[in-house]
């Protein structure tokens, strides 16, 4: 065999070796990407957080609402996740990580939560037809002993919906898919949220979270909250005093004062 047809079989040898392992890669990245895929109704296996010493479980349970199961976390680590979301350390956007909510997930949770807000708990401004949407996915800086396995959980995706009547976000975590922030702001001052920041609708918002409320109720000067058991979490709603900024001509602005409703999950709570 002379060279150039050594050199020609030799070719060949490696584009087909090359091509092999392609397609191994290729074979290789669709696995991995078809594991990424697997419906959050099913259940799959996730490793103990580092440090938490204890084993993150899965709902089985079938959703009818809506909302995304994820794994749930230890209350201890819930608690140093909002300490970290609370922080007024800005706000670092990022494309989702393995394991997160995708955008459609996102979104899919909040209309979830826009019809109980609605319908089951009859909040104003929350039924809105065909309402604008906006969300992005973000962290903050965290400590830096968090591990690896653990930092996925400090995410948090922010989904508001617009309307004519007003806005409504909610803060849902990356990773479990709970919202643990709702805010209600309404188009106009004149709206009164006491009547809402009721036992009913703090009930309903704990009875979709991971943890539940064994301590009874308690009210505040502006709303209602519970101490989740042999926990630091709270569970609270209440009115937040706001401004709104209403033209009256071209060149003046009137200040009103109003009220916006939050509902959420938070740690360490100094009662008002």
């Known amino acids: 065999m002379n060279k150039k047809n050594w050199f020609t079989g ?3 040898l490696l584009s087909i070796s090359l091509a092999l392992g392609g397609w191994q890669v290729v074979g290789r990245m669709l696995e991995i990407k078809e594991r990424e895929l697997i419906s959050p109704e099913e259940s799959r296996s996730i490793s103990t957080m580092e440090g938490s010493g204890e084993e993150i479980a899965i709902k089985e349970e079938q959703r009818t609402d809506g909302m995304v199961i994820r794994p749930i976390l230890p209350e201890k680590e819930i608690a140093k996740i909002i300490e970290s979301w609370d922080s007024d350390k800005p706000e670092h956007p990022h494309d989702p990580w393995s394991g997160q909510l995708k955008l459609e997930d996102a979104i899919r949770t909040g209309e979830a939560w826009l019809k109980v807000l609605g319908q089951e708990i009859g909040i104003p401004v929350t039924a809105q037809p065909s309402p604008l949407v906006n969300a992005y996915l973000c962290n903050k800086e ?21 309307g004519e009547e007003g806005q409504v976000s909610f803060k849902i975590n990356a990773m479990t898919g709970e919202a643990w922030y709702i805010k209600v702001h309404p188009a106009q001052p004149d709206i009164s949220f006491a009547v809402y920041c009721s036992k009913q609708t703090l009930e309903a918002f704990v009875a ?4 539940k409320t064994e301590t009874g109720y308690s009210k505040s000067n502006y709303g209602i909250f519970a101490k989740l058991a042999e926990t630091d979490l709270y569970a609270e709603v209440c009115e937040n005093q706001v401004s709104y900024e209403k033209p009256v001509t071209e060149k003046v602005v009137q200040s009103e004062k109003g009220y916006e409703l939050i ?9 008002n």
């Open 10 to 12: 030799l070719g060949m």
């Open 142 to 162: 965290t400590d830096k002993n968090i591990s690896e396995d653990r930092y996925p959980y400090y995410s948090y995706w922010w989904v508001t919906f617009s």
């Open 208 to 211: 979709r979270l991971s943890v």
């Open 263 to 271: 509902i959420r999950l938070t740690a360490n709570y100094k009662i």
